[in-house]
């Protein structure tokens, strides 16, 4: 084939990837199964042998694997990453992509017994950022030596950008019902609560202890106590 046929395939297949990448921003999967797919879709496009997303821990400022392609469990259990340690921590400490030729001969790569053992040489590992804050790192690994160019490091820093946006969004969608769980679940137990006070004829305060307790000792959320308080005066008013 043509070198400059190759470019031209090399340049759509990266192309595929940006498309498919930008069209998971407004997907409204569930994290787990965004970060799955971005591995995915990154290791297949890139050729590569293992492709990992890892987010940081802001408490811990620590790098955690949270998605990857690979089969490999030793690489899939490896230790967390120490915001400013190794590769990938270096690359979120100053949110700028890293390149290493051999990763079994570099010093600053903490896990250069899994690179033997999984034979992997070449590594590209780009930020992802939300707004010049970085929440994480996409890793690109090969199985021989690979000179990563410009170009392939301007689309793994592209389809990072992406992601880290899509990820974002993910985590504000999951935050926002999360908060109306919560507001739903107030006002049952606060329906209940008045229901328990006004029957059992204690003081409010009274009755969430009750509620309260009911859910200890019943190992059920207050939510589901509560629910089962409001059913039964329904039911009750339903029979009068």
């Known amino acids: 084939m043509p070198k400059a046929q190759k470019h031209y395939q090399a340049y759509l297949k990266q192309i595929e990837l940006l498309s498919k990448v930008a069209n998971l921003i407004t997907s409204g999967l569930y994290l787990e199964e965004l970060l799955r797919i971005v591995v995915q879709i990154t290791a297949e496009i890139m050729n590569s042998k293992i492709c990992s997303l890892m987010l ?13 392609q690979s089969i490999s469990e030793s690489y899939n259990k490896k230790p967390n990453i120490k915001l400013g340690e190794g590769i990938a921590g270096i690359v979120a400490l100053e949110n700028k992509p890293l390149c290493v030729l051999d990763v079994k001969k570099d010093n600053r790569y903490l896990n250069r017994d899994i690179a033997e053992k999984e034979s992997l040489y070449s590594l590209a590992c780009v930020p992802l950022a939300v707004k010049n804050r970085v929440i994480g790192v996409l890793n690109v690994y090969t199985s021989k030596k690979h000179l990563f160019t410009k170009p392939e490091l301007d689309v793994l820093t592209a389809v990072a950008n992406q992601a880290a946006v899509a990820i974002e969004n993910a ?3 999951l935050r926002a019902r999360s908060a109306e769980e919560a507001l739903t679940t107030r006002k049952v137990v606060e329906r209940a609560k008045e229901i328990l006070s006004q029957e059992a004829n204690i003081l409010p305060s009274e009755a969430y202890r009750l509620i309260q307790k009911q859910s200890m000792d019943s190992r059920k959320t207050m939510r589901e106590i509560a629910e089962a ?4 005066k329904d039911i009750k008013g339903k029979k009068a």
């Open 56 to 68: 940081l821990d802001p408490q811990k400022k620590e790098l955690v694997v949270k998605a990857t």
């Open 171 to 173: 985590e504000l969608d």
């Open 229 to 232: 308080i409001i059913l039964a």
